[in-house]
């Protein structure tokens, strides 16, 4: 489906690999000049940008879960795009581990980039929002924080706190005119589940209904719906795209 989206500026964090460079793809193939965020691989982000260095596209590199961080960046977003319309909260790490044997240092990493990250890009994003009465923000959560996965008890947290923030978050600022939703994927075929077993891999896609994993565009085109003029009246919900997980 194509969206026009020329007259957006739009952040997406964790934008140069897997799901949010999907993302990041369609909103530049829709006519939206993007900001796209990366914490920690140059290489990665250097290839995506040669790749793309023909359209509005800007690469900063921070990290989510450092609130001063975020104050820098958004600085920077304000000299180099001015308005904001659109955040896409994506940037998310996994350390699993099952509780008994989890490093606090594996559960406090999971928790301040998944979700203290969407709380810093959110509150600074909806400051910049709210003047001009107009905004999306999406999430990109997971069904882990629902069904809950051995092993993932930082992860599926962060993700059920994205999820319960959006629901407060979407009261907050409804008003403006800003809609907060989450989109929730099951298991996409990127980096973030590369390192799986094979057998678990087979064991997971039998627990999906359409029996396989999704692509990353499958996830953007989810959020290319939700940041539309069609999703006006959608806000404080959570989009699956799992195959029936």
Request: proline share 3%; with cysteine; hydrophobic share 40%.
């Amino acid at each position: 489906m194509q969206y026009d989206f020329s007259k957006y500026n739009v952040i997406v964090t964790g934008g140069t690999r897997g799901i949010g460079k999907a993302i990041v793809e369609n909103f530049l193939l829709n006519g939206a000049r993007v900001a796209a965020t990366y914490a920690g691989n140059d290489a990665a982000a250097e290839e995506f940008g040669k790749v793309w260095q023909d359209y509005p596209l800007k690469l900063y590199k921070f990290d989510v879960a450092d609130y001063a961080q975020a104050e820098n960046f958004f600085t920077e977003y304000d000299r180099d795009f001015g308005a904001l319309q659109v955040l896409v909260n994506n940037a998310g790490i996994r350390r699993d581990s099952i509780v008994g044997m989890m490093p606090a240092d594996a559960w406090q990493s999971v928790v301040s980039v998944n979700l203290s990250g969407t709380f810093n890009m959110s509150k600074l994003a909806v400051m910049r929002m709210a003047p001009s009465r107009f905004g999306r923000i999406i999430s990109i959560t997971s069904a882990s924080g629902r069904l809950g996965i051995e092993g993932q008890s930082n992860y599926a947290a962060s993700k059920a706190g994205q999820e319960a923030m959006t629901r407060s978050l979407c009261k907050e600022v409804g008003k403006r005119k800003i809609t907060v939703n989450c989109v929730s994927p099951g298991f996409i075929e990127t980096d973030l589940i590369a390192d799986l077993p094979e057998e678990l891999i087979r064991e997971y896609k039998n627990q999906v209904p359409l029996r396989r994993f999704g692509s990353p565009n499958d996830v953007a085109g989810a959020v290319m719906f939700l940041a539309s003029e069609d999703a006006s009246y959608i806000t404080g919900t959570t989009l699956d795209v799992t195959g029936g997980l």
